[in-house]
């Protein structure tokens, strides 16, 4: 059992700061500007001996229209009404707010617990607003400086009835269903949950997307562009197969990024590219592998990641056999070095194509970990050899020695020549694209690297 801790607040009170600090990494974004956090966000915390599950959530305003701080109050209430407890963070230096007295008559109705916590109480401008947290009549604030590291201990003994007991509740039911022969749900499937993440340029959908494959209205959408801003990563399963989802900020090329918060955003994103091992890049089916989804398309090759093309809003063409064959030409002229890209219809409103694109998802990942025995690839060579010799270089010809595969994820080939620069470009891409079609390569990044060396397997 993980418990589990949301941290809620007014806009601006230090809540990622906080959720930095329990981390132990600076995974949210953080800025002076009010209203940076939007989606909620989890993560494994530790506090001494404490181990927890801690959200990260936008900040609490009282707007109930269908605006965007109003879907980001709801998503906010939505954590807390889900945790075990929340950590109501006041800023100090400004005091008690009356939005802050109001919210705590909100949290009087319900049962999850709340611990309140004085944040920014370093120095002598925090101690007036930390006797005002008083009059809230949530017992005794916890006085702390998430920026500094100061008073963790003291949010230690406030959180540490509550997990001790939480973990005794635990044990309890666990020894219930052990005398009942009945097995726990909550087996972990898959010690290693496949990482997925969603990309694409701004309001194409990736968020939509999400939500409707985790069934929950979890990602904050809109008719806005650019709501998401962090990269929020989400445990799920789809059929047997653990997932990590990881949806993030959309992608806007860099001469037009002019705000801080949203080059940190794209930075986050190019982040979770790195850190994917599949990455599924959303498409708006009316406007298609435009420049700015190139660019996204090679940073991912690029980096080897197994890349899936969804072509989202598809229930909106009309004529769908030329949109497809125009994407089918723009992919063979712009993205050439990988052959086979993985191509899929969808509709992320109401779901349809999601099973085929994952599907597709599992697909790749098992050609991107794919391995070719050394034997095999030797004979493949010889053949190859036979039929195409390399051609001639200022009147001599290198001996290519031996083939193998050091290396998958992507897969990753090592050619031994006798002179390092005696194969051209063009006879390097010819044995790519032989490698990948006599090996069922298609649709991921594909490298060969060109060495020069021995034939360890001749006889000496």
């Not at 973990?167 to 020894?175: F, P």
């Amino acid at each position: 059992m993980s418990y589990t801790v949301a941290i809620i607040g007014r806009p601006n009170v230090g809540k990622s700061t906080l959720f930095n600090r329990l981390v132990g990494k600076r995974v949210a974004i953080v800025d002076d500007q009010p209203g940076v956090t939007r989606d909620r966000r989890e993560g494994k915390a530790t506090l001494s001996d404490l181990k927890f599950t801690v959200i990260d959530t936008a900040g609490l305003e009282n707007v109930h229209d269908d605006s965007l701080e109003a879907r980001m109050r709801q998503q906010t209430e939505a954590a807390f009404l889900e945790a075990d407890i929340a950590l109501l963070l006041i800023d100090a230096r400004t005091g008690v707010t009356p939005i802050d007295e109001h919210f705590v008559q909100w949290l009087r109705r319900h049962e999850t617990p709340v611990i309140i916590v004085a944040n920014k109480c370093e120095g002598a401008q925090g101690q007036s607003g930390l006797l005002g947290c008083y009059a809230l009549g949530l017992g005794e604030p916890v006085p702390l400086s998430a920026e500094h590291g100061e008073g963790m201990v003291d949010l230690y003994n406030a959180l540490q009835p509550h997990v001790d007991a939480a973990k005794a509740n635990a044990a309890y039911t666990l020894s219930k269903l052990t005398d009942s022969g009945k097995e726990s749900d909550d087996e972990i499937i898959n010690a290693h949950p496949l990482q997925m993440a969603i990309v694409g340029r701004p309001n194409v959908g990736k968020s939509t997307m999400v939500n409707t494959l985790l069934g929950e209205d979890r990602m904050l959408t809109g008719p806005e562009a650019g709501i998401t801003r962090d990269s929020i990563s989400i445990p799920w399963t789809h059929g047997g197969r653990e997932f990590n989802l990881i949806d993030t900020a959309g992608l806007r090329r860099r001469a037009r990024v002019n705000e801080k918060v949203e080059a940190l955003s794209g930075a986050e994103t190019r982040r979770a590219i790195d850190y994917a091992q599949v990455v599924v890049l959303v498409l708006d089916a009316n406007d298609m592998l435009e420049k700015q989804d190139l660019t996204i398309a090679r940073n991912i090759i690029e980096e080897g990641r197994a890349l899936i093309l969804a072509v989202n809003k598809w229930d909106t063409i009309k004529d769908r056999g030329a949109a497809l064959d125009k994407l089918h030409d723009r992919l063979q002229t712009s993205l050439p070095q990988v052959r086979g890209i993985p191509v899929v219809t969808v509709s992320g409103q109401t779901g349809r194509g999601l099973d085929k694109m994952l599907d597709a998802v599992l697909d790749v990942y098992e050609v991107w970990n794919r391995r070719v025995p050394t034997a095999k690839l030797n004979r493949w060579l010889e053949e190859i050899l036979e039929h195409h010799q390399p051609p001639l270089i200022s009147g001599r010809r290198s001996k290519v020695r031996y083939i193998t595969q050091p290396k998958t994820r992507p897969p990753t080939f090592a050619l031994f020549v006798s002179h390092e620069k005696g194969l051209p470009e063009s006879y390097i891409r010819y044995m790519a694209n032989a490698l990948r079609e006599d090996f069922d390569l298609w649709g991921v990044p594909l490298r060969l690297i060109v060495r020069k060396g021995t034939n360890p397997f001749a006889p000496k």
